[in-house]
């Protein structure tokens, strides 16, 4: 039985060798929001990244003070295949908002953001195709959803880029 768990959990990692890699050591700029890192870095170099991986860059907005940004990060820590699924579709680039720090130089390059957290979706060369307020995600107990996740992840990977650029062109 061990043997078989061993060979599963080798073989998925020789399919998702990106994912493999980045789960043992995510980019600074994917880990914490920090009001000390420079965010036109960051997405620079989250766009090398992506070009490289050929993934989505998934731009969380929010803050260490944010609950709803706490919740969420509850959730996928506690939904591991929710959140390897979301790091092996898109390269996450957290945006500190803060007191100190609003980073309103970048924001302002972005749709506005009505609440925290917030999520856009770029393409791996830094064209915005989503704006998404994250209330979205939660279902009626007031949690956030599985299902809503992993169908929002389905939709918004890379392989998906033509779809959702032409439904974009046409609104």
């Not at 990106?18 to 043992?24: D, G, H, N, P, S």
């Not at 279902?139 to 032409?166: C, P, V, Y």
């Amino acid at each position: 039985m061990l043997q078989v768990i061993l060979i599963t959990l080798g073989s998925s990692l020789a399919i998702h060798p990106v994912l493999a890699q980045e789960k043992i050591n995510l980019p600074a700029y994917s880990q914490a929001y920090d009001e000390s890192r420079n965010p036109f870095d960051d997405a620079r170099a989250a766009i090398v990244l992506a070009s490289k991986t050929q993934r989505n860059i998934l731009i969380e907005i929010g803050g260490n003070w944010c609950v709803w940004c706490q919740k969420m990060e509850v959730f996928l820590t506690k939904n591991p295949d929710v959140n390897n699924a979301l790091h092996q579709a898109f390269v996450l680039l957290k945006i500190n908002v803060s007191e100190h720090n609003d980073n309103h130089d970048f924001l302002k390059s972005l749709p506005p953001v009505v609440g925290y957290p917030h999520i856009f979706v770029s393409t791996n060369t830094g064209k915005v195709m989503l704006s998404k307020e994250t209330g979205e995600f939660i279902d009626e107990n007031g949690e956030h959803s599985r299902n809503a996740w992993l169908m929002f992840i389905e939709k918004w990977q890379m392989s998906q880029n033509s779809e959702n650029l032409t439904r974009i062109s046409a609104e």
